[in-house]
């Protein structure tokens, strides 16, 4: 089992992680961002709400688009920009660490995670769960070689080399509701 540090990532995941941080440290970009949750918007929109130029806002939305935070959809002569987050979640996989394990033919996912993480385990419905990883309690998911497996992780059985992704569910804001009650009487 060996441990496979920072050095090691390729550098387009590095480039990339640079560039992520790099994006979302300044106020006008966060602000930018957080405009478009709410729906896509024209460059000029973009400017008008922060009270910028345009071209400062353009040169703030060249950084987001390199750091796939924005995506650019033209229609004719026109240019409208959307968030891309899905790729922010991904971008930060980088900072997992990489473990390496030799394992038997045979042996299941949970006794793989055994030989490099604390791993506790819950029985529901005759199955273990894994509840915690290394401490950190959670709902854990995973992916064989990039494609997500639906098996539990007694019955993901290891019969060649693969690359697991170990992930925690983590609970991302999708949508904020302000409720107004209203008295209708």
């Known amino acids: ?22 994006a979302l440290d300044s ?19 973009i400017a008008r709400e922060q009270k ?8 703030h939305v060249n950084i987001l ?11 004719g002569k026109t240019h409208v920009l959307e968030l891309n987050n899905k790729d922010v979640a991904k971008s930060l996989d980088i ?13 299941n996912l949970l006794d793989a995670l055994k030989e490099v993480a604390i791993i506790e385990t819950k029985k529901l419905r005759g199955k ?5 990883t290394n401490g950190d309690e959670g709902f854990f998911i995973y992916e064989l070689d990039g494609q997500f497996c639906d098996q539990t992780v007694q019955n993901c059985i290891f019969r060649k080399d ?15 509701l302000n409720i107004k009650v209203r008295d209708d009487d």
């Open 52 to 59: 910028i130029s345009v071209p400062v806002a353009a040169k």
């Open 128 to 132: 273990d769960h894994v509840i915690s």
């Open 65 to 75: 688009e390199d750091a796939n935070l924005v995506k650019r959809n033209i229609y």
């Open 162 to 176: 693969v690359t697991v992704v170990w992930k925690k569910l983590e609970p991302v804001a999708k949508l904020c």
């Open 1 to 22: 089992m060996t441990d496979n540090t920072n050095e090691e990532l390729k550098e387009d995941e590095k480039s990339n992680f640079l560039k992520l941080f790099y």
């Open 27 to 45: 106020k006008t970009r966060l602000a930018i961002i957080q405009s478009l949750f709410e729906n896509e918007k024209h460059i000029s929109e």
């Open 95 to 107: 900072l997992a660490p990489t473990k390496t394990v030799e394992v038997k033919k045979g042996t």
